[in-house]
């Protein structure tokens, strides 16, 4: 099982190949990534800095151009494929199909993933894109259950990478239009959810509101947790109940099916973060580290040191182990 870490930045790419990443994964400055934050991401100076560091120490670099180009904007999308290929990345992970075609024509040599944004969740959709484009990797939208990624596993040529841990989406990758609703700004267009000048916090009295654009997404109590403010995270009142009617703030955490995930077939596994610091990347990635190497020492008993690290820091309020177990079904 391949584990991949998160890299916002220079300090967190180091953090997650010191503390044990095979891989880390991290964009360019600009909205051709799902992760365009203030203050994040790589320029065309610090990626060969970046890539000299991982691969001295035998950790691979991934890019991911992973958000949907618009019209007006095409060539930024070209010029970001050019500059990974030219710096000797080892995959692009790409969701958009102009994109995979213009990598897979241009630098046939450079390895193609399909990102999860891409939301390819069958094997026939994972077919065309392998028959297509090459790909040799792809990134599963959280929407399928182990026993699904074990059908698709055992009926793909390629490699399979799951989510293991960290913020979650109401699993509708690459397809959720909340964020572009309120602001006319997402993931998908221009890489973020929510974007942070549109949010404002008001205190009121008793209560601390948050809005996006103007848009109420919630009132909280003063000893309440605020989970950042995106559309899917918002109270509502849906006949007459006020409540997470999308989904509570809740993080994914996989670690107690981790070896349900590789008995499936899954080669990789993803952790969340590219907006978090660099102590979190490690004391993340460690832990992972410690709970695969053990998973692959053939015991099925995870070090509980992994297990309370991850419990520490999980976001909102709780962990749930999301798509890949659902019990309601
Ligand atoms: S609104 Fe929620 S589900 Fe939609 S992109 Fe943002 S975080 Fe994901």
Known sequence: MELVSPAGNMPALKAAVD??????????KDE???RHFPGLNFSA?????AIDYAHNKGAKVLVAINTFPQPKSWQKWEEAVDLAADSGVDAIIV????VLDYAANKHPQLARHLSVQGSASSIESLGFYIDNFGISRAVLPRVLTI???KEICSNVSIDIEVFGFGSLCVMAEGRCMLSSYATGQSPNTYGACSPANHVEWIE???TLECRLNNILLASYQKNENAAYPTPCKGRYSVNGNTSYAFETPISLNTIGVLDQLIAAGAKALKIEGRQRSPAYVAKVTQAWRLAINSISQDSKNIPQQAISELNSITEGVDATTGPYQKEWR
């Open 204 to 206: 009121k009295n008793d």
């Open 45 to 49: 100076k610090n990626i060969c800095k």
């Open 19 to 28: 503390n044990g990443a095979n891989s880390v994964y991290l964009g360019f």
């Open 147 to 149: 026993e699904q990624i």
């Open 95 to 98: 969701a958009d199909i102009g």
């Open 32 to 34: 051709t990534n799902a």
